[in-house]
């Protein structure tokens, strides 16, 4: 899971095309090997682990393209097996700009196989500002993962986050921002089961603590796939959150997503889809949502050299905006 303080806001986008929020960072998700691999992939008869509750809308999310605004630079390295570091240079005219340092410190393929290994990810900003993260396997299905934020010199997040993932079922505790001296905490708990081979049924408890106030939210989650589709639903106190993934063809997916949030009273209805063109190397991603805003982003791989070459426009017909951004990925 991500920053356990978005999660209790409810759901509904973060990250909106033209929002003020800046754009969200790696290290705000798991690993990819956190993550198990399609449940229609399982053949073994028995079911299946159903993954973790953070990634029950990857699928759909994947689909549509992330936001590129100015000019940007992202310079992967990788040092040895275990060690990568990349550094972000972006400018902009609409929100400050930035230089951004990460590193990772992940188990290696020879090494993967030991389940103590750590991996370790932390990045730092031109403000000061520095995200990192630990992930440690206790056992074999004992995960645990801590994070902390900071904002230039004051302390934003700490959160404490375990996982047990059962042959059938996964939860996971967190704790975040734990006060002594402000009586203050933030509980989320987990549980996903699988029923069948491509039906998972969970939930999502949050519970914060302050001087000032206290209360829960409970949100219900329901995910059922097939080999060429994911449809999954959250509903609870704090809204509503559902979401459609198909994959028409080896080229062509495509998503949609529904999001209702009680606490700002709004909605937001979003289609997205992916277009891949092996032949020439390239990804277009497009999007189209009821807030009148259409982007598309393409990628395209500069073979035989070492870089992507990364072109995306937003426009906002009701509010009469455009950002438009070009990005180099190399590495």
């Known amino acids: 899971m991500g920053s356990v303080l978005a999660l209790s806001s409810g759901p509904g986008h973060q990250n909106w095309p033209f929002s003020t929020d800046p754009s969200p960072s790696r290290w705000d998700n798991h690993p990819a090997h956190w993550d198990s691999p399609p ?128 042959n059938d079922f996964t939860a996971a505790v967190t704790v975040a921002n734990p006060d002594v001296l402000r009586e203050s905490v933030i509980l989320v708990a987990h549980f996903l089961q699988s029923v069948s081979s491509g039906l998972v049924l969970g939930g999502e408890l949050v519970y ?52 209702a949030s009680t606490r700002t009273q709004e909605t937001t209805t979003s289609f997205g889809y992916q277009m891949e063109l092996p032949e020439a190397n390239m990804v277009f991603r497009g999007m189209i949502n009821s807030r009148c805003i259409i982007g598309g982003v393409l990628e395209k791989r500069l073979t035989p050299l070492p870089a992507t070459l990364i072109m995306g426009a937003f426009v906002n017909h009701r509010g009469d905006k455009l950002q438009v951004g070009l990005g180099v990925h190399v590495g």
Not at 98 to 113: A, G, I, P
Not at 217 to 243: D, E, F
Request: hydrophobic content about 30%; charged content about 20%; some cysteine.
């Open 39 to 166: 449940r229609w992939e399982r053949r073994d008869g028995r079911l299946p682990n159903p993954g973790s509750f953070h990634s029950l809308h990857r699928s759909c999310k994947d689909v549509f393209p992330q936001q590129i605004e100015g000019v940007k630079m992202i310079i992967n390295k990788t040092l040895s097996s275990f060690f990568k570091v990349s550094h972000t240079l972006h400018l902009s005219a609409v929100c400050p700009s930035y230089y951004r340092f990460h590193v990772e410190h992940l188990q290696s393929d020879d090494y993967s196989k030991d389940k103590d290994a750590p991996a370790l990810i932390g990045e730092m900003d031109s403000s000061g500002s520095l995200n990192a993260h630990a992930l440690l396997h206790l056992s074999e299905r004992v995960r645990a993962r801590t994070v902390f934020q900071t904002q230039q010199s004051q302390f934003v997040t700490w959160q404490f986050e375990t996982e047990y993932r059962g």
């Open 208 to 259: 914060h603590r302050g001087r000032a106030e206290e209360g829960g939210i409970l949100t219900l989650a329901g995910q059922y796939s097939r080999p060429n589709w994911v449809a999954t639903l959250n509903a609870g106190k704090g809204g509503a959150h559902a979401s459609y993934y198909h994959r028409a063809n080896k080229q062509i997916q495509v998503g949609v997503e529904f999001e």
